[in-house]
């Protein structure tokens, strides 16, 4: 069993949200639920039941509304850029700037149903619009400023805004990127385009009331997009009803927010937190805004700016965490995470060592949350409680409502054993459709072709008999080697705690009718790949994990191929070096980088 490592206080569980809903729900049902377990199990036996009590929260489906629905003269924005600069907003501010916003759509001809599609930083101008656009009913799509145009084209021309946002440009580790020559050469390649705003171009309107149009449960708000590493991006449709009863379940159950707690994420507007992290609005709670390069100039920049800005849930990437933790980045003994009570990590699995780092050198009385789920869910499957002690490298429990299994081989679930992460029970946030997919034909091959009428999220996972799961990486990049599956994370957790790895990639190379593991490592700076430094490797995987888990061979490169999104494309590097066809290059953010991957392909 892995060590526990953080444990709540019986007040602190006793203050929780989750304990009043558990309690609440034993009383109404006349049942006597006495913790998680016991909360989880009821949720997925009387799911509807479950879900009308979240529903019992939300007094209107329009997404929008929701998050506007006190305009007073509390905190709902505090934006910060790597300068400094901050700009605060109210909700009484928040919702006139909506107003503002949405009058400009209503004048550009943005009608019920219209794309409206932005690339913009992550900046209060991208929530301002996008609330605009969802409370009228149009359907929201975003991307980040750092897509090159093809990755922009790829995504945008799919879906066929009528109005584009842009900014003039963005900046990035003290260097000003500008965008216009991007901007122009993105609306050139979208013949679909009524209107464009710059948000440095002043809107001129008088009208201070926000227009709510009243829409079923699956009315499209979002349009959210795959990494598109195996073809086009697929375009991810998202509803009202569905997001919104979702993620406040995830953000007042799971994390606990309330009024006066200030979350801050650290994302961009084309990854599915920012949504997650905008819908926070709708628990009362606060939003704190980072643009830029997190990590700039310092790597404890951040620490910083938690403290001044009095950051309550932290949520970044277990990347993110990892580097802080390469870079020797403290705060214990510290007054820096005086008010952070949680930390949220998803994006990849989150280390062991990783888990023990943020406890012996951030802080040690805090929960630490790993979290999963997903663009295709718009939001998580397993995440955090506060109920429920942290085990290390496990997040901590199954999302109530959400009938998460893990299935092996032959289709039958299993408990302490690897297999797919399945989910048995429809649930809210699954995708309405993807866009222009007649017949559902490509949305039923991505989640329903492994098992018939069961979604399969393609993690590969570990259901613990505490009831907490461990993710292992993604399923369509599981090892074989001798017809044992491995799942990558295993090898990364041994070989990453290893402070001359900075980041390591496994891949199988087909040879022979078997699989080698192929090893490919980024050092820390400085350092070569020695003999001595191979072989502590292999004896750290053969003492810790198995002899299974030792590659053939391990290369040193400068970098890996990376999606636009930054996450690490095993796919991509298991398609080259096995000599297969690469679909969608332009879904890579470092697509020449694989010309180092077809040179060892010839070598080895």
């Known amino acids: ?22 309690q609440e729900v034993s009383s109404q049902y006349g049942i006597n639920l006495t913790n998680y377990q016991d ?81 913009l930083p992550n900046l209060p101008e991208t929530i301002i619009f996008m609330l605009a656009t969802t409370a009228m009913g149009a359907i929201w799509t ?27 440009g963005y900046t990035y580790k003290g260097r000003y990127i500008d965008c216009q020559e991007k901007n122009q050469a993105l609306i050139q390649a979208l013949p679909s ?41 697929k375009c991810i449709v998202h509803g009202h009803g569905g997001t919104l009863i979702q993620h406040m379940k995830e953000l007042i159950l799971h994390t606990d927010l309330k009024a006066g707690d200030r979350l801050l994420y650290i994302t961009t507007c084309g ?81 062991p060592d ?36 942290v085990y290390s490298g496990e997040l901590q429990c199954r999302g109530l409502g959400m009938a998460v299994e893990v299935w092996n081989e032959e289709g039958r679930p299993v408990v302490e054993e690897l297999g797919e992460l399945v989910c048995v029970k429809p649930f809210p946030s699954m995708p309405l459709k993807f866009w222009n997919d007649p017949g559902d034909i490509l949305y039923r091959k991505a989640y329903f072709s492994r098992f018939e009428n069961v979604w399969t999220q393609g993690d590969y996972a570990m259901l613990k008999a505490n009831g907490g799961l461990m993710i292992f990486g993604r399923s369509d990049a599981v090892l074989n080697p001798g017809g044992v599956r491995i799942g990558t994370a295993e090898i ?14 496994a891949v199988g190379l ?57 996450k690490v494309s095993e796919i991509a590097a298991t398609k080259i070096l096995n000599g297969q066809p690469l679909d969608n290059l332009q879904a890579l953010a470092n697509p020449e980088v694989l010309e180092i991957f077809k040179e060892w392909r010839e070598k080895l």
Not at 1 to 22: C, R, T, V
Not at 154 to 168: E, F, H, M, N, W
Not at 492 to 505: D, F, H, N
């Open 492 to 505: 990364y957790r041994q070989v990453e705690s290893l402070s001359a790895i900075a980041e390591s990639m």
């Open 510 to 566: 087909d040879r022979d009718g078997n699989q080698e593991i192929i090893l490919f490592v980024i050092l820390a700076p400085g350092l070569t790949l020695t003999d001595p430094l191979i072989s502590q490797i292999k004896q750290k995987l053969r003492d810790n994990a198995s002899p299974r888990h030792v590659p053939a061979q391990i290369i040193a490169v400068q970098d890996f191929p990376r999606t636009i999104n930054g």
């Open 354 to 389: 990783t888990f023990q780092y943020v406890y012996d050198e951030l802080k040690a009385d805090l929960c630490l949350s790993s979290i999963s789920g997903g663009t295709d869910i718009i939001s998580c499957f397993a995440l955090g409680c506060p109920l429920l002690p």
């Open 142 to 168: 975003s991307c980040s400023p750092d897509f090159g145009v093809p990755a922009l084209i790829d995504r945008l021309s799919q879906v066929c805004p009528k109005v584009l946002i842009t900014a003039p």
């Open 1 to 22: 069993m892995n060590p526990i490592l953080w444990q709540p206080s019986e007040a602190e569980m006793k203050n929780s949200q989750m304990y009043a809903f558990m």
């Open 271 to 351: 990854w599915m937190m920012w949504n997650w992290m905008t819908s926070a609005l709708g628990t009362g709670a606060s939003l704190v805004l980072y643009e830029g390069a997190p990590l700039y100039p310092e790597a404890d920049h951040l620490l910083q700016l938690i403290k001044k800005a009095g950051v309550t849930v932290f949520g970044t990437s277990a990347k993110f965490l990892s580097s802080w933790q390469k870079a020797g980045v403290r705060a214990k003994g510290t007054d820096l995470l005086d008010s952070v009570r949680t930390i949220l990590s998803t994006g990849s699995p989150l280390m």
């Open 193 to 233: 385009l009524l209107q464009t705003h710059s948000i440095n171009q002043t809107i001129l309107t008088d009208q201070q009331q926000v227009f709510f149009e009243s829409l079923p449960f699956d009315h499209p708000a979002f349009i959210l997009y795959s990494s598109g590493t195996t073809g086009l991006p």
């Open 39 to 119: 909360l989880y199990a009821w949720s997925i036996e009387h799911s509807e039941d479950f879900w009308g009590e979240v529903k019992r929260w939300i007094p209107v489906m329009n997404y929008a509304q929701h998050l506007l629905r006190s305009p007073d003269h509390s905190l709902a924005i505090l934006s910060y850029t790597e300068a400094g600069e901050q700009a605060r907003l109210t909700r009484a501010d928040l919702y006139q700037r909506v107003a503002q916003a949405q009058s400009w759509l209503i004048s550009a001809g943005v009608k019920q149903n219209d794309v409206v599609a932005a690339v």
